[in-house]
């Protein structure tokens, strides 16, 4: 299901993610053809980058005019090179609104950015307790990106869509073993939006083996937190509301991706694609 566009990482941050593919093959001549794609930048389900065929490797024969072959090759190369520059599309230029949101869409990012780091986490401590179930411990979200260097995938949704939060958790299972390698936490969260607070998770959620995943983390609810964890993921629901997509985020959840520096490098309309995640976090 398409959903509203977002910059890919390096423009503007703040806008939403949408799945976007597109392939043009222009042949040049008999000697080649040139392909140009865009990668699919959603996190909506099935997202998927454009394939392209690996080319096959042409033998030459023993004897050959390497200067002739070397003039062809130069001649194709800028051939293709004049293609691709007469059919790929300028910038075009922003309208004063369009600056304006961009504007704002960011102001919204530093603001989330900066009410993080005094946030907290409940992660995996390694240890267990005498029935075996394992130890979380409360750690700052400014040192688990500075000192272990993590990278957050936020999943949060509303109350009347607390199931969606075992969806995420099965997703995660399947490529548990590349997020662990990239250092990577799930921070699954549900949230009353009007009141702005953060809920507990309903018991048949709280205690399933999937949230025993090392990877996942917790917001801590304790010392006000749930409060400071409401507002900020609240605000979120609300951003898009101004971007006119609040009512899918309802229905299908909301995805934050937050690199190890603190930056936000992606806003997503239901859950998390692992593959662009890990394009998005990867250094």
Known sequence: ??????????????????ERGCVARLAVGVVAFAVISTPGLGFAPGSRTSEVARPRHV?????????????????????????????????????????????????????????????????MSGEEDEEGLPIRRAAPISVLQSKA???????AVPKEREELVTDVLLSMRIEAKDISERNLLLVPAIVDVSSKMLLEFPPNIRNAKLMRQKSVALPVSSDGQAAAWGALLAAEFEEADEQDIGDQVRQMGLALVVRSDGSIVRRGVGRPQWKVVFDETDD
């Open 149 to 155: 260097k993590q990278s957050l995938v936020f999943f």
């Open 59 to 123: 033998g030459l024969s023993a004897k050959y005019d390497k200067d002739k072959l070397m003039n062809e090759a130069s001649f194709t190369e800028g051939a293709m090179r004049s293609f691709q520059d007469l059919f790929r599309p300028k910038d075009a230029e922003l309208s004063p609104e369009e600056i304006e949101e961009q504007l704002r869409q960011e102001a919204s990012s530093a603001a989330t950015e900066g009410a993080m780091q005094s946030l907290r986490l409940d992660v």
């Open 1 to 18: 299901m398409p959903t509203p566009p977002t910059p890919a990482r390096g423009g503007v941050r703040g806008g939403w993610s949408r």
